[in-house]
T-cell receptor
Framework: KAGVTQTPRYLIKTRGQQVTLSCSPI?????VSWYQQTPGQGLQFLFEYFSETQRNKGNFPGRFSGRQFSNSRSEMNVSTLELGDSALYLCASSESAGIAGYTFGSGTRLTVV | AQSVSQHNHHVILSEAASLELGCNYS??????LFWYVQYPGQHLQLLLK??????LVKGIKGFEAEFIKSKFSFNLRKPSVQWSDTAEYFCAVNEQRGSYIPTFGRGTSLIVHP
């Protein structure tokens, strides 16, 4: 089984720009969750998609958004980037909303300058 | 607010030493519990999980964890660590109701000296 694939692996953006990150979950997994990982805050939950619907959302501003396609692939978008958005963004897929545990991708390292 | 605490932020051990990493949570209801590991340069991987039944759970690579409900704890143990166990370890907890979205602890960095 192929793992969770995230692209790109690295990104450098300027403040004020926007960025789109992509995640392809494990085949058959319909739940895709996104997390932001930073040294100071650990893993913070962004949102979860299931069958193209956002089912849960964390405490992040509206600049952070996402979507899921019919093939379960997911994208997250961050608009008007701020320096504090620099982080590792992790995608996790699951058969059922994390009940059985997640399979994580390698992440996208976003640096905002 | 629900929270997960990992009190040991950094642990340094010599090979063959025993390991115990603490994890406490603040949920009042029935929970699912997880330990994940992130080896240097690799993605997060599930180490073990507890849903119900025997509170002593065995995972991969010789790791085990014990769920003590009265103490709201799910500590990770290994009798004898190896250099290859050097990694970051994350405890995660979710409730068996509602959104099931797990909350992660901030992680414990383990360094094992050969």
């Amino acid at each position: 089984k192929a793992g969770v694939t995230q692209t790109p692996r690295y990104l450098i953006k300027t403040r004020g720009q926007q960025v789109t990150l992509s995640c392809s979950p494990i085949s058959g997994h319909r739940s895709v969750s996104w997390y932001q990982q930073t040294p100071g805050q650990g893993l913070q939950f962004l949102f979860e998609y299931f069958s193209e619907t956002q089912r849960n959302k964390g405490n992040f501003p509206g600049r952070f958004s996402g979507r899921q396609f019919s093939n379960s692939r997911s994208e997250m978008n961050v608009s008007t980037l701020e320096l504090g958005d620099s982080a590792l963004y992790l995608c996790a897929s699951s058969e059922s909303a994390g009940i059985a545990g997640y399979t994580f991708g390698s992440g996208t390292r976003l640096t905002v300058v | 607010a629900q929270s997960v605490s990992q009190h040991n932020h950094h642990v340094i051990l010599s090979e063959a030493a025993s390991l115990e990493l603490g994890c406490n949570y603040s949920y009042g209801g029935t929970v699912n519990l997880f330990w994940y590991v992130q080896y240097p340069g690799q993605h997060l991987q599930l180490l073990l999980k507890y849903f119900s039944g025997d509170p002593l759970v065995k995972g991969i690579k010789g790791f085990e964890a014990e769920f003590i409900k009265s103490k709201f704890s799910f500590n990770l143990r290994k009798p004898s660590v190896q250099w290859s166990d050097t990694a970051e370890y994350f405890c995660a907890v979710n409730e068996q109701r509602g959104s099931y979205i797990p909350t992660f602890g901030r992680g414990t960095s383990l360094i094992v000296h050969p």
